[in-house]
């Protein structure tokens, strides 16, 4: 079964503090996503990544970094958080071969900005 | 630009049908359905290829109209499991990997 791992559930940060969102998957996925979920927004895409140290702006990648040094690993980078960076974040990843294979999903990181 | 879905949110009782609408300004090269239930990641129902294919998972089944660029999803004699919200998702190319967007989702509730 594939497994993608948000290394934390919740997590309260204060403005300004540089925050780290890991994600891990166990499937040898090439792709990986960050999403961002805000009610009545549904999945917005932040940024993607296809292969190590490859990397590609989503729809709304202001504020925002990444990180892919491994392929198993993909890091979501808040360089200096804000209130409005106050979300539930979701990573997802997928094969890259074949008829775009389904995205599976993280359980999300639910992040606080004070 | 994301898909747009309809409606937002739906009430039904049980046995109740419902469809959920999906439709992009692009053009669509496949649809995804997910669907998340409270507290949990989106879990992934179908995907459908090509333009009139109508797939299924329990009694829920999806159609794909690519010259309309939409889908629909169908909920069939609801059940009190298919509670949730559900999303359509579309890649923005024909590749295998790229932007995969999704729609702002539609809350179902599926009452006694």
């Known amino acids: 079964d594939v497994k993608v791992t948000q290394s934390s559930r919740y997590l309260v940060k204060r403005t300004g503090e540089k925050v780290f969102l890991e994600c891990v998957q166990d499937?040898?996925?090439?792709?990986m996503f960050w999403y961002r979920q805000d009610p009545g927004l549904g999945l917005r895409l932040i940024y993607f990544s296809y292969d190590v140290k490859m990397k590609e702006k989503g729809d709304i990648p202001e504020g925002y970094s990444v990180s892919r040094e491994k392929k198993e690993r993909f890091s979501l980078i808040l360089e200096s958080a804000s209130t409005n960076q106050t979300s539930m974040y979701l990573c997802?990843?997928?094969?890259?071969?074949?008829?775009?294979?389904?995205?599976?999903f993280g359980n999300g990181t639910r992040l606080t900005v004070t | 630009q994301q898909p747009v879905q309809s409606p937002q949110a739906v009430i039904l009782r049980e046995g109740e049908d419902a469809v959920i609408n999906c439709s992009s300004s692009k053009a669509l090269y496949s649809v995804h359905w997910y669907r998340q239930k409270h507290g949990e990641a989106p879990v992934f129902l179908m995907i459908l290829l090509k333009g009139g294919e109508q797939k299924g998972h329990e009694k829920i089944s999806a159609s794909f109209n690519e010259k309309k660029q939409q889908s629909s999803l169908y909920l069939t004699a609801s059940q009190l499991s298919y509670s949730g919200t559900y999303f359509c998702g579309t890649p923005v190319t024909t590749d295998s990997w790229g932007k995969f967007q999704f729609g702002a989702g539609t809350q179902v509730v599926v009452t006694p």
């Open positions: 499937m040898d996925h090439e792709n």
């Open positions: 997802a990843s997928s094969f890259a071969t074949g008829r775009r294979p389904p995205l599976h």
